[in-house]
């Protein structure tokens, strides 16, 4: 070792070097200590240099970590610092402070909260796909007004959804509707339609407050206005100007009001939600699934399961087995297991055929497609069942056991009357046509219940009153 003092000493030196003259440490430059301070600071190295102080083998675990910069507080008033908009707030104007001044009342308020509330099930995918579009956060708020975040809402005009899509909209954005389903209601595939309408809205006009504007009037009425305006392309321009429907008039400046006031819901004294946002997954079905039974056997709360899946229009998933059950993703594994039992996840009554039945009138009486009973029976043929024969038939709706209605005997109707067969017929649906026994009916032509009718053939039939 040379004669300078370790490393441990040179730090205890300099510490009592600033306790005993801050002077030193405050003021004097390297190489100009004041006169006076020279003995001290020798007096202070010779005791550093005879103290004992035990040499660590490593170093203790950092607490916390180190500024290297002095803290201070925010200049803001409040704690969450400026408002983050990527849309400017018209504030001045008198529309959208009309808005601001009603949102803010009591009842506004509580209505906000409310539907703040009502978002909290699909807020995380649909903040994913604005931040995957590249769209501005604000259009989170678009579904405020749209169906108050309600994805079975319908408006006067047919629209439905959390974005409200008309039936003749959908073309593009992989949404099906039919008697089973009806996806404009599907908060993924709405949400991602929504969103890529807006995005392609904000490319025609090149105007983020133009495109939202057009979501609500169309493409075609905006470019129409702009034509009149001679070209301008500013929503607020054109508003003044009279050249908007009267309901996009007030569309944008509804929208930046609840935007401006829900997007820092804190500093406006609104009530903030702690209700987690779902992280959803699809799981493909491979056949219908009763959707209460799927959420009691994978013990998921059935209210759950209705809320990711609002499309389906029964309780029960469609038939073709085309369809991608949602279900939180905390229960992923809990629903594959129970799927890939194989069971018949559906609730259903048993009927055996009796004398009188035909499927079609099984399929009204318990409000359940005729395509469906026969998606659910494997090799039935609906135009052929026999007595005695096992249908299973989806309970959608509370019933009692079917009972064909009473029928009269032939030898009580006068066969007087002709009906030529068409396409499709079978004595089962003459039968109801006429109020017979479909067995009469065959025994008084001639023929039985398993005669092949032809296209075009004329048969007996009773007069009817």
């Known amino acids: 070792m040379s004669g300078r003092p370790p490393v441990r000493w040179l730090s205890i030196m300099f510490c009592m070097t600033f306790a005993l003259h801050p002077a030193i440490a405050t003021d004097a430059l390297p190489g100009q200590i004041p006169g006076d301070t020279e003995d001290a600071l020798a007096a ?15 170093a203790p675990p950092m607490q916390r970590p180190m500024r290297a910069v002095p803290a201070s507080a925010p200049a803001w008033e409040h704690h969450a610092g400026p408002e983050l908009q990527s849309l400017p707030m018209p504030y001045g104007d008198a529309q959208f402070e009309r808005y601001r001044a009603a949102y803010l009342s009591p009842g506004g308020m509580q209505w ?3 539907v703040y509330e009502r978002s909290r099930p699909y807020a995380a995918y649909i903040q994913e796909r604005i931040r995957y579009y590249g769209v501005p956060d604000e259009l989170f708020f678009l579904p405020f007004i749209e169906s108050e975040y309600s994805p079975k809402a319908v408006s006067r005009s047919g629209a439905s959804g959390l974005w409200q899509f008309m039936r003749n909209s959908v073309g593009g954005y992989n949404m099906r509707i039919d008697d089973w389903i009806d996806e404009r209601r599907d908060f993924m595939k709405s949400t991602d339609g929504a969103l890529r309408k807006l995005r392609s809205n904000y490319e025609h ?14 493409v075609g009425a905006m470019d129409k206005a702009i034509r009149a305006s001679g070209g301008q392309r500013d929503y607020w321009a054109l508003r003044d100007r009279g050249l908007l429907p009267k309901e996009t008039a007030l569309y944008i400046p509804k929208f930046l009001a609840i935007a401006s006031i829900a997007m820092h819901g804190g500093r406006n004294r609104l009530s903030v939600s702690w209700t987690p946002s779902t992280d959803w997954v699809r799981i ?25 899946n609002p499309e389906l229009r ?22 594959r297991t129970v799927l890939a039992d194989k069971k018949v996840l559906m609730s259903v009554y048993m009927h055996m055929v009796k004398s009188g039945d035909t499927i079609s009138a099984l399929a009204k009486y318990y409000e359940v497609p005729v395509s469906m009973i026969a998606r659910v029976n494997p090799g039935l043929n609906p135009d052929h069942i026999r007595i005695g024969q096992s249908i299973v038939i989806p309970a959608f709706k509370d019933k009692k056991p079917y009972a064909a209605p009473e029928l009269p005997q032939g030898d009580e109707l006068t066969f007087a009357g002709r009906y030529v067969i068409a396409k499709g017929d079978t004595f089962w649906s003459i039968s109801l046509k006429y109020g017979v026994q479909p067995e009469v009916l065959a025994a008084k032509n001639g023929m039985s219940l398993s005669s092949i009718l032809h296209e075009g053939l004329s048969l007996v039939v009773p007069i009817l009153e």
């Open 205 to 218: 006009f090149g105007d983020w407050l133009l495109a939202i504007a057009s979501y609500n009037c169309g």
């Open 44 to 58: 202070a190295v010779s005791t550093a240099l005879s103290l004992e102080v035990p040499v660590p083998t490593e």
């Open 284 to 308: 493909p079905l491979d056949r219908p699934v009763d959707i209460g039974m799927l959420a009691s056997t994978a013990n998921i709360p059935l209210d759950m399961v209705r809320a990711g």
């Open 314 to 335: 029964y309780a029960v998933t469609p038939p073709d087995g085309s369809y991608a059950i949602k279900v939180p993703a905390e229960h992923e594994t809990a629903v």
């Open 112 to 114: 906000l909260e409310a």
